[in-house]
């Protein structure tokens, strides 16, 4: 976060009086290779862990996708998300409405178990998470998507929902709000339209979109407008899944019978995102949003017509949210249990 910017914490957590230790990444810069000699295959343990979660749920992977972009986003990439509440800290990043639906802090958790007993107190849950997303992407992807990691990062001991609430976007944004809303985190036009497709994979509440329900045709198809409010009606607040590709082939037979070819692979991170945008069959407004704007809807194109260029910058993108840093000064440590700060 740039200083000037840094918004009002209203509710900030600071355990203990003892010093941790400062600065974004433990031994100056964060390395490909890190724990070679500190932990040796921790990587492997990551990956082990995230395909038995996938092969049980492929969702698990998009839950994890996003878990980077909320972790990241807010105070740098140091776990600060993956706090529960406590009486120190009623409100941590989690309980922001903004974080509705984030998941996956299971997996998470469960790895970190694991990889303390191989060896205790030396790997992040920071980096933990940057881990397990690449590895989802990889794995949704069909290995298109994948980069080596750089790691050495700290765990923050700050967790606030408004601060999360401040620097994530919402999905009511105009174009304007959400680009000026990345390049606060030094992130251009195109790398919004980029990470942006990860929205091909997971789901979203009614919620999130309520306002699409009504939107006007030159925004959202009709006919999806209309697969939206039934699924919609079917419950308080129920998801639904964000690419039409993977809704049930009876629903989009049903209202969008020339899209019933597309149902055809679940959960697959791809550029059909981008397809889908440009035909108005997006969920959130902040993707429909990315055509008003002729750069980013050239970026629209761009990657509608060319998945594996997107394969590698989605892949350059991620590399780069990784490598977000802790506010200046921040104090670190190495937590015990990933939901939550070590006592001291
Ligand atoms: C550009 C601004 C963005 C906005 C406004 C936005 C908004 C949202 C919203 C509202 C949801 C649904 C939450 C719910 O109702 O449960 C969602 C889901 C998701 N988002 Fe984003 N998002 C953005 C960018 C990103 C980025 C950069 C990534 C990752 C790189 C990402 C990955 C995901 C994934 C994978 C899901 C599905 C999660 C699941 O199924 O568990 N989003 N996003």
Redesign the pocket.
């Known amino acids: 976060m740039r200083p000037g910017l840094m918004v009002a914490v209203a509710c900030c957590f600071l355990v203990g009086v003892v010093a941790a230790p400062s600065a974004a990444a433990r031994d100056g810069e964060l390395k490909v290779g890190y724990y070679d000699g500190k932990c040796r295959g921790v990587e492997g343990i990551v990956r082990l862990h995230v395909v038995r979660a996938l092969a049980q749920d492929r ?8 878990l ?3 972790d990241c ?1 807010v105070r740098g990439c140091d776990g600060s998300v993956l706090l529960d509440a406590s009486d120190e800290n009623p409100r941590p990043e989690k309980s922001a409405p ?1 974080n ?5 802090f299971d997996v998470l958790e469960e790895i970190k178990a694991a990889v303390e007993k191989r060896c205790p107190g030396v790997v992040s849950c920071a980096d933990i998470l940057v881990y397990a ?1 690449r590895d989802a992407g990889r794995i949704l992807s069909d290995g298109r998507v994948d980069f080596d990691v750089p790691a050495g990062r700290l765990d923050g001991l700050v967790s606030s929902a408004d601060e999360a609430q401040a620097e ?6 105009t174009l304007q709000q ?1 680009i000026d ?2 390049a606060r985190k030094n992130f251009t036009v195109e790398e ?1 339209v980029i ?5 091909s ?9 309520a306002a699409r329900l009504a939107a006007p045709p030159d925004q959202i198809a009709p006919a999806y407008r209309d697969l939206l409010n039934y699924k919609c009606s079917r419950g308080a607040d129920p ?1 639904v899944a ?1 690419n039409v590709r993977d809704e049930d082939l009876a629903t989009v037979a049903r209202f969008m019978p020339a899209f019933a070819g597309r149902v055809r692979a679940v959960s697959r991170l791809d550029n059909t995102y981008y397809l889908n945008n440009l035909d108005k069959v997006v ?5 429909w949003q990315l055509l008003t704007g002729d750069e980013a809807r050239g970026h629209v194109h761009e990657y509608a017509d060319n998945g594996t260029l997107w394969d590698h910058d ?1 892949a350059d ?2 590399l780069k ?1 990784s490598k977000l840093p802790m506010p200046a000064g921040s104090k670190g440590e190495i937590r015990n249990e990933c939901s939550v700060v070590n006592r001291r």
């Open positions: 969702r698990t992977g998009a839950a994890l996708l996003r980077i972009f909320h986003f903004v509705i639906g984030l998941s996956a997303a994530i976007p919402d999905p009511t944004l959400l809303n990345f919004l990470l942006s497709g990860a929205h994979v997971g789901d979203g509440h009614c919620s999130s979109f998801e964000n969920n959130f407004n902040s993707d989605f993108s991620l949210l």
